[in-house]
């Protein structure tokens, strides 16, 4: 039985990871003005909102990058960090309030301009949420 598990979880894996790759990082679908914070250790709380008219399933992975020479660079993670592989429901129009606190996934986070990259998943689509905001300790 163990066998038939660790090849699953792997495949799993694989396939979130090609996803995640087959989207547009410049698209900007945020919703909200940034938000300001002076603590890096401050959780976001943000609403996440199914805009289309069918249902939409997401979960707990999400990404950030910071604005840096007019680009968006990925920020990378701490080391040996994992998300749970779960997905929730969103239905037409419904909306879901999330907190990450970043000092739990990074280090070293400076002042900038940054944004969380969510993905709500369709049957047919993938659509990229973004949550911009601004890190300011001085």
Excluded at 24 to 42: C, F, R
Aim: charged residues 20%; hydrophobic residues 40%.
């Amino acid at each position: 039985m163990k066998r038939l598990i660790i090849p699953l979880v792997l495949m799993l894996l694989t396939g979130c990871t090609a996803l995640l790759a087959t989207t547009d990082p410049n698209q900007d679908n945020s919703p909200l003005p940034p938000m300001n914070i002076t603590h890096v250790s401050e959780p976001i709380t943000f609403t996440i909102t199914n805009p289309k008219n069918k249902e939409a399933t997401f979960g707990v992975p999400f990404s950030l990058s910071k604005f840096e020479d007019n680009h968006w660079k990925p920020v990378p993670m701490k080391e040996e960090m994992a998300f749970i592989l779960i997905a929730y429901i969103l239905k037409p129009n419904e909306s879901v309030q999330e907190t990450i606190d970043l000092s739990f996934y990074y280090d070293g986070l400076n002042d900038g301009l940054y944004r969380i990259t969510k993905l709500l998943y369709y049957d047919d689509e993938t659509l990229e949420y973004h949550i911009e905001f601004q890190i300011k300790t001085s």
